[in-house]
């Protein structure tokens, strides 16, 4: 038993503690059906690890309901953050989700209560790097799209307004403005798309150029048993000496037993990163980065569309932009289990940074050239 056990008095709990240990005892109640919610949209590994620990918040609120007894009172409403987990939960997934959890476990206020016992506040110290893996490993699986999405808007919002704002400064009319914004949109995306699809099957090749050839597989019968270099391109593929010629004698033997077969002898055989990847995957990524910056890179000029003048047309689209980066930014953060609101106001701070920057340079060239 932790020293904050041994210290408890067998007294009547004040007020202040009933309310508290409530609050608790709604929390852990609330957290062990988030971690079931969650635990139904995913199998296997992930799924019993869920389950695992909504068992352990339960244990949790059986603590809090011992040391609660008669004053348990009526079922209360969880914290409000636990309650905006629950609907995040419902209906974007949980990879959102586990990243807020890992904030909110590695903040309990448990390590600050001497009413809760030293084994429940390390509970949830180790609660929060369980919820860490699984969120990396969530983050791994989502990292490409995700990265590629927020950076193509990001560029689209920040590169356009900044363009808009640039031509804005040089006293041009609006129709100049929208025109010059659909082109900065058009050029943007295309050029996003391109790059994309280039990284993309460049990325494919390198793989395959990588992986071994299926005739070296094929010519391993031929081999002599006492004199080869079959060991050799295990070490070149990154094994230890010893460990290669183990690896060498095994396929040797497997081969000459007709019960290993060539394929998949040595690292990496039989795998081919052009073909698992569908044929239009390069395609795909490229629409999907044109799209997103395209998104991102329409908001700045939207209110020209509409036929608003300079000034208003400029104060909507600046408006607009930042609500957007602040939006990125905020999500941005909470996946990367960072604080949201700093995240937001960086984002903010860069983009409208830049696109100031810009609009004071198309100021000066307007006046210099007027």
Not at 86 to 97: D, M, N, Q, S
Not at 116 to 125: K, L, T, V
Not at 291 to 303: I, K, N, R, T
Request: hydrophobic fraction near 45%; charged fraction near 25%; aromatic fraction near 6%.
């Amino acid at each position: 038993m932790g020293e904050r056990d041994s210290e408890h008095v067998e007294t009547r709990p004040s007020a202040k503690q009933i309310k508290r240990w409530r609050r608790y005892l709604a929390d852990e109640r609330a957290e062990a059906a988030l971690y079931r919610e969650l635990a139904r949209s995913r199998s296997g590994q992930e799924r019993d690890i869920l389950l695992k620990l909504a068992a352990a918040e339960s244990r949790h609120e059986e603590y809090w309901r011992d040391k609660l007894g008669d004053e348990v009172g009526m079922p209360i409403a969880p914290g409000l953050g636990t309650r905006f987990k629950a609907w995040l939960a419902r209906r974007f997934g949980w990879i959102v989700v586990l990243a807020m959890m890992q904030n909110a476990e590695t903040r309990t206020p448990y390590l600050d209560d001497d009413d809760a016992s030293d084994q429940i506040a390390a509970d949830e110290r180790i609660h929060a790097e369980v919820v860490r893996g699984l969120a990396a490993r969530g983050r791994e699986r989502m990292s490409g799209g995700f990265r590629a999405a927020v950076f193509g808007a990001n560029d689209g919002l920040v590169s356009n307004l900044a363009l808009v704002l640039g031509v804005l400064g040089t006293g041009l009319p609006s129709g100049v403005v929208l025109a010059t914004g659909i082109s900065g949109l058009l050029a943007g995306a295309l050029s996003m798309a391109a790059g994309e699809y280039i990284s993309v099957r460049s990325q494919a090749e390198l793989v395959e150029a990588s992986e071994p050839s299926d005739d070296a597989s094929a010519a391993l019968p031929a081999l002599d048993v006492d004199a080869n270099e079959l060991a050799l391109v295990y070490r070149a593929r990154g094994m230890g000496e010893e460990a290669a010629e183990e690896r060498a004698r095994e396929t040797l033997a497997a081969v000459k037993r007709r019960s290993g077969g060539a394929t998949g002898a040595f690292p990496g055989a039989g795998r081919r990163g052009g073909e698992d990847a569908p044929a239009d995957g390069a395609f795909v990524a490229a629409a999907s980065s044109f799209c997103c910056f395209a998104s991102g890179a329409l908001l700045p000029v939207l209110p020209f569309a509409f036929g608003a003048s300079t000034g208003l047309g400029a104060v909507v689209a600046c408006v607009v932009v930042a609500l957007a980066l602040a939006c990125t930014g905020a999500l941005t953060g909470v996946l990367s289990g960072k604080p949201p609101l700093r995240r937001a106001l960086r984002q903010l701070a860069v983009g409208l940074g830049a696109a100031l920057v810009t609009w004071a340079i198309g100021l000066a060239f307007g006046q210099v050239a007027g």
